[in-house]
């Protein structure tokens, strides 16, 4: 897909609202109220769908038919201008074959939240939406005013022409400049994807993508092994840069003494020591966690003192 064919949604205004949905596991219900209020500080309506707060259903937030009426209803009401995701967890993937390209196209607002979440994004993806890898209702909740996080999201909702990142060095980063489309989230959960009508880790020979990756709780050499499934099916070798985001809630082993340094190795023994790379990004399951512009065109320039990446918030006249 083109960089011509992806859609951005249009900026928000205030007063404008914002639905908060629960798509996926249940969520504190002081997470969701805390987030509502901090929405409203911001002048934003907030319409807290019907679903989000249950009745649970087992893990879930509520049944999978109230979890897809709720974002189905989020997509289609005019009013609403973009749809904030409580929280991750499991069970978004219910939701993904419901919806047709054509409706989410038809009217485009920006889906925001990450974890669980990068199943909807790759299903925005297909429809060639960008949306918004990005915290969710307890970060709204607990961090401060001056969060760098929230501050970065609001300039995407409202419409800044580019939004830039300032990282410093890392031991395991290899230099390059490029520029393609961002694509990626949490690796487990694309990794689910490979395949189907929503892989969004397997680009085409003639696509220029950028891919970054994140992950919880997974255990090194199962990082290693959805890596080594993007080594055979030519994944990695048409990826133009690859940002390794936070991989948290993991141990050391036997044979790596983090996913960091497991990913700098096999980077190196499979033979892609030329791909840029740019490690601990700040993205994840961490209280720092930048907001990343899902089938934006970004530029990403890793040098000796540091990274620079910038992505852009406006759809290109």
């Known amino acids: ?47 807290v769908m019907p679903g989000t707060l249950g009745p649970a259903d087992g893990s879930y937030a509520s049944s999978a038919e109230r979890r897809l009426k709720d974002l189905q209803d989020a997509i289609a009401d005019a009013e609403i201008k973009a749809i904030f ?33 990068s199943a909807l994004h790759a299903m925005m993806r297909r429809a060639g939406v960008a949306s918004i890898h990005a915290p969710m209702a307890k970060h709204f909740s607990i961090e401060p005013k001056d969060d ?16 830039t990142y300032n990282l410093d060095a890392h031991p395991y980063n290899v230099c390059g400049e490029v520029s393609g489309e961002l694509r990626g989230g949490n690796l487990a959960v694309l990794a689910g994807l490979i395949s189907t009508e929503f892989d969004m880790l397997t680009p085409d020979e003639e696509e ?37 985001g936070q991989f948290t809630e993991t141990h050391a082993d036997k044979n790596f003494e983090s996913t960091h340094s497991m990913i700098h190795s096999l980077l190196k023994r499979l033979g892609y020591g030329d791909l840029p790379v740019a490690f601990d990004f700040p ?13 934006s065109q970004c530029h990403i320039k890793i040098t000796p003192q540091g990274v620079e990446f910038t992505q852009q918030i406006n759809q290109k006249k």
Request: overall charge negative; proline content about 4%; glycine content about 8%.
């Open 148 to 163: 760098a996080a929230i501050n970065a999201l609001l300039q995407i909702l409202r419409g800044n022409d580019s939004l």
């Open 283 to 295: 993205v994840g399951h961490v209280s720092h966690n930048m907001p990343m512009i899902e089938g």
């Open 85 to 117: 995701c409580a929280r991750g967890g499991y069970g978004a993937v219910h939701l993904l074959e419901h919806f047709d390209s054509k409706t989410l196209r038809r009217n485009p607002k920006w889906l925001i939240g990450y974890s669980d979440i």
């Open 1 to 47: 897909m083109t960089e011509q064919n992806i859609i951005y949604p249009p900026a928000l205004m205030p007063g404008d609202t914002i639905a908060i949905i629960s798509p996926a596991t249940t969520v504190k219900e002081e997470y969701v109220l805390g987030a509502e209020r901090r929405l409203q500080e911001l002048g934003y309506n907030v319409r």
């Open 208 to 244: 220029d993508v950028i891919l970054f990756i994140e992950d919880i709780s997974e255990a090194i050499y199962s990082t290693e092994r959805m890596l080594y499934n993007l080594h055979l099916n030519g994944s990695l070798r048409r990826i133009k840069a690859l940002i390794v």
